[in-house]
Nanobody, 123 residues
Framework: VQLQASGGGLMQAGGSLRLSCTASSRTVSNNAMGWFRQTPGKERDFVASISWNGGATSYADSVKGRFTISRAKASNTMSLQMSGLTPEDTAVYFC?????????????????WGQGTQVTVSS
């Protein structure tokens, strides 16, 4: 299975952006999925995750209340709605599929990664 992330771009602070991640097959339909982000020279950090059925979600403290993760199993798509963007949200965002039905921020759980999409927030 391949994961394709899209929706990144340039946005002013305070704006909103929606990222999408599409899986090439239903192979990950029973797996948790998540979003991570990375800036140059830093570790890839957890942003949000969602369980296989969408019933559970988890967020990094830095994005709680601003970002919302969702998934549509019928279309093999996961989304990240981002609002109240700040320059600190600037990063390359990666979607990933876990080897478990539910995963939170443990990067080692995630075994399949998309290519990343750049989000840049200007002040």
């Amino acid at each position: 299975v391949q994961l394709q992330a899209s929706g990144g771009g340039l946005m002013q602070a305070g704006g909103s952006l929606r990222l999408s991640c599409t899986a090439s097959s239903r192979t990950v339909s029973n797996n948790a999925m998540g979003w991570f982000r990375q800036t140059p020279g830093k570790e890839r950090d957890f942003v949000a995750s969602i369980s296989w059925n969408g019933g559970a979600t988890s967020y990094a403290d830095s994005v709680k209340g601003r970002f919302t993760i969702s998934r549509a199993k019928a279309s093999n798509t996961m989304s990240l709605q981002m609002s109240g963007l700040t320059p600190e949200d600037t990063a390359v965002y990666f979607c990933a599929a876990s080897r478990r039905a539910w995963s939170s921020g443990s990067r080692s759980d995630y075994i399949k990664w998309g290519q990343g999409t750049q989000v840049t927030v200007s002040s």
